[in-house]
């Protein structure tokens, strides 16, 4: 402690959560202003380092000064009430701990740009600073920009503009050094309310008798004279003069024949008034129409099981076929929830699952329903975050990051599509499972989790299966609707015959045409976007690589362009190979972008629409391709695992499933339950209504196991036969995984450092299994390299948070050595 500073016993200090990746909590002092307003999970203002600012989050108070160093002082208190609540430190704790990574990371990673502070570089003349007696000499810039410092503070992006200069910043230094300006950090918060600007009518012409003198005084000028008689349709005052308050908004007043000019007039006149609102971006106050939901017999019969199921147990999964109505149960047990007083959290695992269940669910919920994800801009981000803050919003409907969200009363929490791989966040930290981490929101909340999925994850059955779960199981579709039949083009017998269109065999082909002509539509599944996966010189072999990474560049028709999908970078297409100079460069493989051109080649007529990332990049690419299939206008979608999520359209009644071969044998031990859970997934979009639909798998092995239970819709069958693979040779659900990954930028310091760590972790945790370390399939990624080794834990070789202290121990050991120093280690729990 500094024997110099003297605290009396009502001096406040709190510990922050600061957004850094440094494994503590900073002390810092509470300005007497504040100690009655301040309180846990407010966001505060605090100096960081050397030149920072930066938001924090307060995490706890008290009156103990820190004893290694001078506690600086809080600068400003942002909230008045909290942003997030006691549930949220204990979330953000857990998820801290279990996923080996900092609170500040949790931190970053939970609130919404909107909420966190920025500071922006600002320039001000020097008080002290007399141009008069200056006996500097000063450029023509420095003399324009002094004399507009003599009235404004400047940003460095008005500075750049009145100058006409891209590089201000030796025109700055300049400055400083002649102290005639100080530059500072102005501290901004990024989120604005949205506003809207309104006329109304000033009330002095509210009555009757005024107004007609009014008209009598525009008779002269036909365009403000329409302008008010717009004004008095939309908001009829004499009838209702409450109205008038409230205005009408500019842009629907003048629509697109009124005159700018003549409201301006009749603003400046004083006859209407223009002022500005705080609108929500989101539809907060329309009423709430909930219909009531009509549950078939069996739907009912499962939900009655799921409340029966939850009376004892916290979780249960609900094993439903695809088509079998598991939304309908959802929305039965949404609104049950709702009705108690709770809220409710609807996770999905992506964006392309949101549009039509939203839009049918916004209309059963209305006002009550928020939703997030990250195609959101940073405000409307935060405005569903004070939604659930303040409860206006007691029902989310989101993707994984939902997670984080502030809520307080919690009852229900509903994981669609559990076993899909993107509820996994794998860069930056945390690495967290959205389904994991929302069975502990579940477990603090004290509120009941659903699981649903017509694939469940191993993970998930096995504990359904040995009662940690309840289970409950839809074997059949809602309706008349029926599951599609499965049949395979053996590609190894299409090649031979040579009977191939391109990547096209005849049997799909066939059925395309057949659709087509029967006024269906199709869905072609090819888990690969992009032209070709890569290019290739025909003389001489030449292929174009990654400079950063070991991977080929993927070619892009549409931007000409070959691109690295890991790190963004990007080459033109060569007219001519750098290496031979031969003009005989081809494709190799296939992605979405190829299969789109040879569909039009194929069927010209018909309507081909691509739903990959390239497509779907903006917030409103999702809903215009969906909208546009659901409408009719598209015949044919072709897409990445984008279309095999919980699409539902009455027309599809085929599907075509390429590359199966390539996702059975990718090297990963989830490899076979991957590629199960996607070719029936997308199969599941097939024949929806009364027809029975049809699947076309194309594929070099059609009598492999795997499709036997794909054939037979055999889930069961298929997971239990995993089941024992899994705990003969040791994998999760038997066992818990820990990824070590190492990276640095010389392959002679990674490879030295994987050895002595794997050397140290089978010396200090003796009883886990260590595979590796080996260099991964891409072993440089943005100009690092990598090595990883994997720890197999089982579930009774002591407690996994004592060897995760031991990692995170050595893993310090390692860095602390000057060689090592800037390796980085990156610990991934639970692997996808």
């Known amino acids: 402690m500094h024997p110099e500073l003297d605290f009396d016993s009502s001096t406040l200090f709190a510990e922050l959560i600061i957004p850094v990746p440094i494994p503590q909590l900073f002390t810092y002092r509470v300005p007497q202003v504040m100690t009655d307003r301040i309180r846990a999970g407010q966001r505060v203002i605090v100096p960081f380092g050397k030149k920072k600012i930066v ?22 208190l942002i909230d008045d009430m909290e942003v997030i609540y006691g549930a949220q430190f204990k979330l953000y704790q857990w998820m801290a701990d279990y996923y080996m990574c900092t609170l500040g990371e949790v931190m970053i990673a939970a609130l919404p740009a909107g909420l966190k502070l920025s500071s922006e570089s600002m320039v001000q ?99 403000q004279e329409s302008i008010v008689l717009k004004y008095l349709q939309e908001v009829p005052v004499f009838s209702h003069p409450e109205l008038n308050a409230s205005g009408f908004p500019k842009n629907k007043l003048l629509g697109d024949e009124l005159s700018a000019s003549s409201l301006n007039t009749l603003i400046k006149n004083k006859i209407l008034e223009e002022y500005d609102v705080v609108v929500p971006r989101f539809g907060f106050d329309q009423p709430t129409t909930v219909h009531s939901i009509l549950l078939s017999e069996q739907q009912e019969q499962a939900r009655n099981l799921i409340l029966s199921e939850l009376e004892t147990k916290s979780a249960a999964l609900l094993h439903g076929v695809t088509g079998s109505g598991k ?19 609807y996770l999905l695992p992506e964006i392309a699952l949101t549009t039509q269940i939203v839009f049918r669910l916004k209309k059963l919920f209305g006002s009550e329903m928020g939703i997030y994800h990250s195609k959101f801009s940073d405000n409307e981000r935060v405005e569903v975050w004070n939604g659930v803050l303040t409860n206006k919003l007691r029902f989310i409907v989101g993707v994984r990051s939902s997670v984080f969200l502030p809520f307080d009363n919690l009852g229900l ?18 690495r967290y499972h959205a389904r994991d981490t929302a069975m502990m929101m579940g477990h603090i909340h004290g509120a009941k989790v659903i699981l649903g999925s017509a694939t469940p994850s191993l993970e998930s059955y096995y504990h359904a299966h040995t009662n940690r779960y309840g289970y409950i199981e839809l074997k059949e579709r809602f309706g008349d609707a029926q599951l599609p039949d499965i049949v395979f083009a053996d590609l190894s017998q299409e090649k031979k015959r040579k009977t191939m269109k391109g990547e096209f065999s005849s049997l799909l082909l066939k059925e395309i045409q057949q659709s087509l002509s029967n006024k269906e539509q199709v869905i072609l599944f090819q888990n690969r976007r992009g032209y070709s996966p890569m290019i290739e010189c025909q003389d001489c072999g030449w292929v174009p690589k990654c400079i950063n990474c070991a991977v080929s560049l993927t070619y892009h028709q549409y931007r000409h362009a070959m691109i690295c999908h890991y790190c963004g970078y990007k080459e033109d297409m060569p007219a001519k190979c750098p290496s031979c100079s031969s003009t005989r460069i081809q494709t190799l493989g296939y992605g979405t972008e190829k299969l789109e051109e040879e569909l039009k080649l194929h069927f010209a007529e018909a309507q081909t629409q691509r739903m990959d990332l390239d497509t779907t ?23 990445t695992q984008m279309v095999t999520k919980g699409l539902d359209f009455d027309k599809v009644n085929l599907v075509g499933v390429f590359d199966a071969d390539r996702m059975m044998h990718f090297p990963d031990f989830r490899s076979y339950e991957r590629a199960f859970q996607l070719i029936m997934q997308v199969s599941g979009r097939s024949g929806r209504r009364a027809k029975k639909g049809k699947v076309v798998i194309q594929t070099s092995s ?17 997971i239990e036969e995993q089941l024992k693979d899994r705990q003969e040779h040791g994998y999760p659900p038997f066992t818990r995984l820990i990824e070590v990954s190492l990276k640095h930028i010389d392959k002679k310091i990674v490879n030295q450092a994987a050895a002595i760590l794997s050397q140290q972790i089978e010396k200090s945790i003796p009883m886990i299994r260590l595979v590796g370390p080996g260099e991964p399939m891409i072993g440089k990624i943005r100009n690092e390299y990598l090595m990883t080794m994997l720890l197999k834990i089982g579930r009774d070789q002591g407690k996994l948070a004592e060897i995760k202290a031991i990692l995170s121990k050595l ?22």
């Open 55 to 76: 938001t924090g989050i307060v995490h706890s108070l008290h009156q103990q000064p820190p004893k290694e160093y001078e506690a600086k002082m809080i600068l400003e």
């Open 125 to 223: 003349i020097d008080p002290r600073f007399d141009f008069e007696s200056t006996t500097f000499d000063f450029s023509e810039k420095e003399k324009i920009l002094l004399d507009r410092l003599k009235t404004d503070t400047l940003t460095y992006t008005e500075v750049a503009s009145l100058l006409n200069a891209k590089n201000i910043y030796s025109i700055l230094r300049s400055l400083q050094s002649k102290s005639a300006v100080i530059l500072f950090e102005q501290v901004k918060e990024k989120y604005k309310p949205k506003t809207e600007k309104r006329i109304r009518l000033n009330e002095n012409f509210v009555s009757k008798k005024n107004l007609e003198a009014l008209f009598e005084k525009l008779s002269q000028s036909a365009k």
């Open 327 to 345: 939304t309908e149960i959802y929305i039965d047990l949404i609104k049950r929830a709702l009705d108690g007083g709770n809220q409710v959290l």
């Open 413 to 430: 929490i509903i994981i669609d599509e559990e076993h899909d791989p993107s509820y996994k966040q794998h860069e930056p930290a945390p």
């Open 617 to 639: 990049r903006t917030k409103s690419g999702y809903e215009n391709i969906i909208q546009g299939f659901e409408s009719g206008d598209t015949d044919i979608l072709v897409g």
């Open 702 to 718: 059609p009598t492999h196991r795997l499709f036997t239970f794909v054939r037979q819709h055999e889930v069961k069958g298929f």
């Open 811 to 832: 893993a310090q050991q390692l860095t602390s050595e000057k060689v090592y120093r800037n390796v980085k280690l990156v610990f991934d729990v639970d692997p996808a």
